[in-house]
């Protein structure tokens, strides 16, 4: 076993009156790639912030090389040391790509007052060029896609050769072959004596790459697993705490669905996406897959209006919006016959329909409509919903609450003659809590306090909560544990059941293979093949059509 680089003793970290961690006590070694594990809110994030000094220590220590530490902020920590890859996006947009690498450190390429700007984008071209990224430095991080601004904060932070790399759910960021840098930068410290602590809900990659793995299960540490026994059904049940067994995707191989189309794009092209066809039936989940820069991410902000179409047409037949009049003398028949006094209280009178409404399909309790889609706008009156693979950027709020963010997205839901009701605001926000179980204070908690997970099940809510029939979800589990994604497709898979259509673009073939009635990969900005759903469907039948 290495020499011992850093330990907790009864480490604990209070947000308000929520335990976040609780009395753990856990040791990081030289020369080892140790996996630190849980469901989403166990602590994992937590526990490596107050080691990079984000989040300070509640009570307990931290012992680095025999002696005490307490970091004031992560500069302080990296002069220890340590860095830190985040989970989410840690790049600030405006700045250029060289700024952003030496943001906080520009005094080393100033003299007399003077900044030396190109000997700032030297140096950042050469932290670059040690993972094997080549792009303009003097490009703003905006310019580029999330993987890219992944790959220039590793540079980032390796540049400083840190002597413990904290990789913080980077990997569900990048494609595969972003994936096999930095398991190859891992494996290159661990063989240079230095530390890594590597976080990840990907239990196949853990065990390949960990040394050992350190379980945390509501704030506390569970277990410290060594390689030698290694399980993925035994390490599954100490983070859930349950016996998990058997594949989490759908078990069935039927990929019918129905006639009625819910989306198409016909001969779009836009920006790299060349000749687009594609078309999405009621009841039908479609996969897109393929390897990063094919497209597959450019092609869902299309479907949701966020792309400029330079050809082609965008097409979605969802549910009418009610106008103003309609839903003005909908809400007027109801009170009719509606309000009643209950225990002093009146009943609510704003609920979507009645309970034989409720039971049909979602395609047969309205009117359908044709929507062009060409804008943001158009998507939302089209009853699209989407989550972006850049989350905190384009799918959420992180500065705002819950309920913001909930409620945001369901205005014309909850609106009753121009105005939303508080009351309807919050027993909306708690519905949505308690069905996704999103771990939280209050409904009035920002969004930028939540884990990782419990930020993608406020983003499943969002949309799924505001009826939106056609799902557009790029990377739906990632940052997600085993626990919640077996929920989360079973969640997609009965949305299926009712009708709902159904996108996921995944750079996970398994999910993919696992989930879909077809699959469709892109290549170079087109779609090079379909596969229907097939019990012998296999990673090595759809690899050649990525590459």
């Known amino acids: 076993m290495g020499e011992i680089f850093l330990e907790t003793k009864s480490i604990t970290k209070k947000f308000g009156d929520v335990v976040a961690v609780n009395n753990v006590d856990f040791v990081v070694r030289l020369g080892e790639i140790q996996g630190l594990i849980g469901e989403n809110g166990s602590g994992k994030s937590t526990i490596s912030s107050m080691i990079c000094g984000i989040h300070s220590i509640t009570s307990g220590e931290i012992i680095l090389k025999g002696k005490p530490y307490r970091p004031a902020d992560p500069g302080d920590a990296r002069s220890h040391g340590i860095g830190m890859i985040v989970q989410e996006a840690g790049t600030v947009d405006y700045l250029t790509v060289a700024e952003n690498i030496f943001l906080g450190e520009e005094k080393r390429f100033s003299k007399f007052g003077f900044l030396n700007k ?78 890594v602590l590597f976080i990840s809900h990907d239990l196949p990659e853990l065990m390949e790459i960990c040394d050992n793995l350190t379980v945390l299960r509501d704030g506390s540490l569970i277990a410290t697993i060594n390689k030698s026994e290694f399980d993925e059904d035994f390490i599954k049940q100490k983070m859930v705490g349950r016996k998990i067994e058997g594949n989490y995707y759908r078990a069935d191989f039927d990929p019918s669905c129905s006639d009625e189309v819910a989306i198409k794009a016909e001969g779009v092209n836009a920006g790299i996406l060349k000749d687009i066809n594609l078309t999405v039936h009621r009841g039908e989940i479609v996969g897109i897959g393929g390897l990063s820069g094919s497209g597959i991410h450019e092609l869902g902000r299309l479907l949701f209006g966020m792309e400029r179409i330079a050809s082609g047409s965008v097409t979605a037949y969802s549910p009418r919006r009610l106008t103003r009049k309609e839903k003005r003398k909908l809400y007027l028949e109801r009170a009719k016959g509606a309000v009643r006094l209950f225990r002093g209280k009146i009943k609510s009178l704003f609920k979507k329909g009645t309970e034989a409404e409720e039971e049909k399909p979602a395609e047969q309790r309205y009117e359908i409509a044709e929507y062009r889609v060409k804008s943001i706008r158009d998507a939302l009156d089209a009853s699209i919903g989407y989550i972006s693979k850049d989350r905190d950027k384009e799918t959420l709020i992180l500065q705002g609450s819950i309920r913001d963010n909930l409620c945001l997205s369901a205005i014309n839901e909850l609106e009753i003659f121009g105005v939303v009701p508080s009351m309807s605001e919050r027993q909306f926000s708690k519905d949505q809590v308690d069905e996704f179980r999103i771990k939280c204070s209050s409904i009035n908690q920002d969004v930028r306090e939540l884990s990782g997970g419990n930020k993608q099940k406020v983003s499943f809510a969002k949309w799924i909560g505001n009826n939106s029939h056609i799902l557009v979800f790029d990377s739906p589990t990632r940052g997600v544990d085993v626990g919640v994604k077996t929920t989360m497709y079973q969640l997609l898979y009965d949305l299926k059941l009712k009708g709902y259509a159904i996108v996921i673009i995944s750079e996970e073939l398994s999910e993919l293979i696992g989930m879909s009635d077809r699959i469709l990969i892109m290549k170079d900005g087109g779609i090079s093949k379909e596969f229907m759903r097939s019990e012998d469907l296999r990673d090595s039948d759809i690899i050649d059509y990525m590459i």
């Open 118 to 195: 190109g000997a700032m984008e030297e140096e950042a071209r050469k932290a670059l060029e040690a993972i094997g990224v080549d792009i303009d430095v003097t490009r703003p991080a905006a310019a580029y896609n999330f993987e890219t601004r992944k790959l220039v904060e590793i540079a980032k932070t390796l540049y400083y050769k840190p002597e413990l790399l904290i990789v913080d759910e980077t990997t569900t960021a990048l494609s595969q072959d972003g994936r096999d840098k930095i398991h190859e930068i891992m494996r290159s410290l661990a063989a240079e004596g230095k530390a």
